[in-house]
T-cell receptor, first 114, second 111 residues
Framework: KAGVTQTPRYLIKTRGQQVTLSCSPI?????VSWYQQTPGQGLQFLFE???????NKGNFPGRFSGRQFSNSRSEMNVSTLELGDSALYLC?????????????FGNGTRLTVT | QKEVEQDPGPLSVPEGAIVSLNCTYS??????FMWYRQYSRKGPELLMY????GNKEDGRFTAQVDKSSKYISLFIRDSQPSDSATYLC???????????FGAGTTVTVRA
């Protein structure tokens, strides 16, 4: 099976702009989660989608949003970018997002905000 | 206090040594335990997954869970230079299935 695919791999944006990141989960996986990884804070949970519904949300401002499509592909959007949004954004998929269903990660999108 | 504490290292060992990595956690609702390996410029790769106290082996890797002490460990036997990476513990809550990650320990295995 192909793994989790994230596009683009690298992105450079300016403060105030918005950005959309894309994630294709492993075939058959219905849960998609998004994480932000920074050297200072480590991996922090953004949100999780299952069957096109947001099931869980982390402690990020409303500028961070996401959605999931009927084919389980997911996108996340960050509006009004700030310098502190520079990070590696990781998407992970699992079969159900519940117990006995571990997460499998993509290689991430490296976002740099200047 | 973070929900999951992990010594960030770094840890440097000679080839063939046993690598020992540890995490502690505070939330009793945590019931599922994972170890991920992350190479530079890559996403985390699932290494081990367990939900019960005790040991689980997979090749050179052994995951150990002690729920009474809220302590988990990963041991790497006969370490190789290719094991050089950052190792992250991750613990999943029974309540909402969110993963909480440790800070990650950077390991270097010297040839």
């Amino acid at each position: 099976k192909a793994g989790v695919t994230q596009t683009p791999r690298y992105l450079i944006k300016t403060r105030g702009q918005q950005v959309t990141l894309s994630c294709s989960p492993i075939s058959g996986h219905r849960s998609v989660s998004w994480y932000q990884q920074t050297p200072g804070q480590g991996l922090q949970f953004l949100f999780e989608y299952f069957s096109e519904t947001q099931r869980n949300k982390g402690n990020f401002p409303g500028r961070f949003s996401g959605r999931q499509f009927s084919n389980s592909r997911s996108e996340m959007n960050v509006s009004t970018l700030e310098l502190g949004d520079s990070a590696l954004y990781l998407c992970a998929s699992s079969e159900t997002g519940s117990d006995n269903s571990p997460l499998h990660f993509g290689n991430g999108t490296r976002l740099t905000v200047t | 206090q973070k929900e999951v504490e992990q010594d960030p290292g770094p840890l440097s060992v000679p080839e063939g040594a046993i690598v020992s990595l540890n995490c502690t956690y505070s939330n009793s609702a945590f019931q599922y335990f994972m170890w991920y390996r992350q190479y530079s410029r890559k996403g985390p790769e699932l290494l081990m997954y367990t939900y019960s106290s005790g040991n689980k082996e997979d090749g050179r890797f052994t995951a150990q869970v002690d729920k009474s002490s809220k302590y988990i460990s990963l041991f790497i036997r006969d370490s190789q230079p290719s094991d050089s990476a950052t190792y992250l513990c991750a613990i999943q809550s029974l309540n909402d299935y969110k993963l909480s990650f440790g800070a990650g320990t950077t390991v270097t295995v010297r040839a």
